[in-house]
Nanobody, 126 residues
Framework: QVQLVESGGGLVQAGGSLRLSCVAS????????MGWFRQAPGKEREFVAG????????RYVDSVKGRFTISRDNAKNTVYLQMNSLTPEDTAVYYC???????????????????WGQGTQVTVAS
């Protein structure tokens, strides 16, 4: 089992950037696909981005394509979410998640993630 701790959230002006980090503990990080989800007040949690265990493939929700980039460093047990051109609609609690998968090309569907971090707040001011 892997444990996840997010950091990097905060308050930013519209148009600005933030970089979220998620450090994983446990020996299964390199055997896990990783993802970022978010939950805005009054809304359901939504999938934002996912990446395969080896970083070969990624997937994004349409609303963040071209603005957000997910990446990982298996040597550091860390997954990142670079967020550019932020808008107030990006305001949410962002969660890191893991899914057991050693498929180098298939990014798991949102329902396959079963390990979660505690979340980090991102607030974008207009």
């Amino acid at each position: 089992q892997v444990q996840l701790v997010e950091s990097g959230g905060g308050l930013v002006q519209a148009g600005g950037s933030l970089r979220l980090s998620c450090v994983a503990s446990g020996r299964t990080f390199s055997a896990s696909a990783m993802g970022w989800f978010r939950q805005a007040p009054g809304k359901e949690r939504e999938f934002v981005a996912g990446i395969t265990w080896n970083g070969w493939n990624t997937r994004y929700v349409d609303s963040v394509k071209g603005r957000f980039t997910i990446s990982r460093d298996n040597a550091k047990n860390t997954v990142y979410l670079q967020m550019n051109s932020l808008t107030p609609e990006d305001t949410a609690v962002y969660y890191c998640a893991a899914a057991q998968s050693t498929d180098g090309w298939y990014v798991p569907s949102p329902g396959q993630y079963n390990t979660w971090g505690q979340g980090t707040q991102v607030t974008v001011a207009s």
